[in-house]
């Protein structure tokens, strides 16, 4: 076995030592539990190439100056955790501004959701009939109402609470003496979209200015890449009905609606 210098001054009680000899090796355990391995076989000098060792002393030497205590540290956290029965106990770094915030964009999502529905339910009239943007209408108001989920959900998560507030009566008509129908709400459903990404954008902003980590990852992961989307995925469609007018052209785009074929 093969020592180098460095090491004597090491007890063997206290290392772990490894002698690279070539191939073939034994593993062996000293009284105190401490394992080293012996290679069987020498090289062409006759010796071993490479010594490994591992020494109690160097792993318990601190590397810091500072050192983390943390029965001290959690005396500050253990005073802010608190003792009144309607107060959220999970709630850590989340602000009122961050709440209340929150709760106004679940309201956004709302009555976005309630517009979308309005829609639906014009298009499905039977003097209407253009079931295609029915079923597109229905399913935009479904997702939005999804996203005021997932915000409700998020405000009870950081320790808020969410608090509904009123909508307003959406537009029942939305014919146009010039655009047509199908036009009129579709411009109007891609107006509401980019509001949405510019009330998502704000509260963004918000999150950042209060080095609110997790809000800032919740907004991106989940809403603006989403949000962008939509926004092409209307525009097309808007560029689409100018192009057909509103007589027969109208129904040729609700019916490959219907059918999932319109491009996006």
Known sequence: MLLSQSSSSIPLTERLLVAHSGSG????RNANGFSFVRFSKKNDAGRG???VLCSKEARNRPTLDAVFEPFEEVKKELLLVPTVPQDSLARHKYTDKSEAAINEQINVEYNVSYIYHAMYAYFDRDN???KG???FFKNSSEEERQHAEKFMEYQNKRGGKVKLQSMLMPLSEFDHAEKGDALHAMELALSLEKLNNEKLLNLHKLANDNNDAHLVDFIESEFLTEQVESIRKFSEYVAQLRRVGKGHGVWHFDQTLLN???AA
């Open 133 to 135: 943007l029915a079923k």
């Open 260 to 262: 999932n074929a319109v």
């Open 128 to 130: 209407v009939a253009l």
């Open 25 to 28: 090796f034994n593993a062996l």
């Open 49 to 51: 190439g490479l010594v």
